[in-house]
């Protein structure tokens, strides 16, 4: 082997192996793969992580077309994303026009930090992939009610539901994403409601696809039917009591008059008697302790009179 041969290899393995001093800035490699991932208009910028030896962490800008055309291509920093060590970043609160945005991204090492990398093409919301919602069918009291998935405040939902069967008979509904309970009509007992919800998201001025259909089983109200049977029956048993009652005294009465008992002692006979007449004067007083409370008075002591004297004839 040659010396000249065995200086060169010397000099090349040395500049493979330690890079040129004056690079020292962007030692550290820049993030690459950057890409908006955007749903439902929450958009996230996402990037490859770098291999190195060490907590590597991440700084974002952005430059909207503002910035772009009028402030000398500013680029500012993104307050949530500065000096951290996931990679990704919610840029959601960068975008609030239609127009489109640059992002770029480089990586952080103790001192060294890479270039910029940026992301191409710039993003524009328009391109946000819009998922149909989830939605839930329910039935409180006799009211058919959807619940649909909170969007935030750039959505608006058509809902489109109708009766089993009649699927021709289709009615639809729009609401805003702040009312997320959406009463659609009274439902019938028995019978099955579907529906299904398109998402419009207000500031592209875009639909979802449809959702998947939900359906609902309406409950017959068999329960609240033996409820009220129940309750019915309960009534007739009240009303039966006092009419009870009375047939009961009647009854009593009337044996007392029929076969008298001898040694009943008069001041009990003019109780009885007494009860009775008054029952009679007065009937809507009915019961038993206002009777009783009520002193017998002179009209009554005079009707007591005649009916013992009635009692004389029948025997
Ligand atoms: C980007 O990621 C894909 C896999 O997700 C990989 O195949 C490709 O090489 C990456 N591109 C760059 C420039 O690193
Ligand atoms: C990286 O960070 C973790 C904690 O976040 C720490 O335990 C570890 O020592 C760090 N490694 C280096 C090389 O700084
Ligand atoms: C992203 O930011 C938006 C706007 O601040 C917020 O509504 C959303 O919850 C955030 N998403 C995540 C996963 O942090
Ligand atoms: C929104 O919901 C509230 C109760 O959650 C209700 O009082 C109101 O009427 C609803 N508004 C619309 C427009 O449906
Ligand atoms: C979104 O869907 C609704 C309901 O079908 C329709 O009325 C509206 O025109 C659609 N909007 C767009 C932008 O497609």
């Known amino acids: 082997m040659d010396i000249q041969g065995y200086i060169l290899r010397v000099i090349l393995m040395f500049l493979i192996s330690a890079p040129p001093a004056y690079s020292d800035q962007h030692l550290l490699p820049a993030p690459e793969n950057i890409s908006v991932v955007s749903i439902n208009l929450k958009h996230f910028l996402h990037w490859d992580p770098v291999m190195a030896a060490g907590n590597v962490t991440y700084s974002v800008q952005s430059q909207g077309e503002y910035e772009s055309l009028y402030m000398k291509h500013y680029w500012h920093d993104l307050e949530n994303c500065q000096d951290i060590s996931a990679h990704q970043c919610n840029v959601t609160d960068e975008v609030f026009a239609s127009v489109l945005y640059k992002f770029r991204v480089r990586s952080m090492l103790g001192n060294q930090q890479s270039a910029w990398a940026e992301l191409e093409p710039p993003f524009?919301?328009?391109?946000?992939?819009?998922?149909?919602?989830?939605?839930?069918?329910?039935?409180?009291?006799?009211?058919?009610?959807?619940?649909?998935?909170?969007?935030?405040?750039?959505?608006?939902?058509?809902?489109?539901?109708?009766?089993?069967?009649?699927?021709?008979?289709v009615k639809s509904k729009k609401t805003s994403s702040y009312n997320i309970s959406t009463f659609l009509e009274k439902a019938e007992e028995g019978k099955e409601y579907c529906a299904k919800v398109i998402a419009h998201a207000n500031p592209i001025n875009k639909n979802s696809s449809s959702s998947d259909t939900v359906c609902i089983q309406v409950k017959e109200v068999k329960q609240s039917g033996l409820f009220t049977g129940l309750l019915c029956l309960f009534g007739v048993v009240l009303a039966f009591v006092p009419m009870g009652f009375a047939a009961w005294k009647a009854v009593t009465v009337m044996r007392y008059f029929c076969c008298p008992d001898e040694d009943i002692p008069d001041v009990l006979k003019e109780s009885y008697v007494g009860q009775r007449m008054l029952k009679n004067d007065n009937s809507s007083k009915e019961t038993s302790g206002e009777i009783c409370s009520v002193e017998p008075h002179e009209h009554m002591l005079f009707q007591e009179n005649t009916s013992f004297t009635v009692k004389m004839q029948t025997l």
């Open 124 to 169: 524009n919301r328009k391109t946000s992939l819009l998922i149909p919602p989830k939605v839930d069918l329910q039935v409180s009291g006799l009211n058919l009610v959807a619940q649909i998935e909170d969007y935030g405040p750039y959505f608006n939902f058509f809902v489109f539901y109708w009766q089993k069967g009649k699927q021709d008979d």
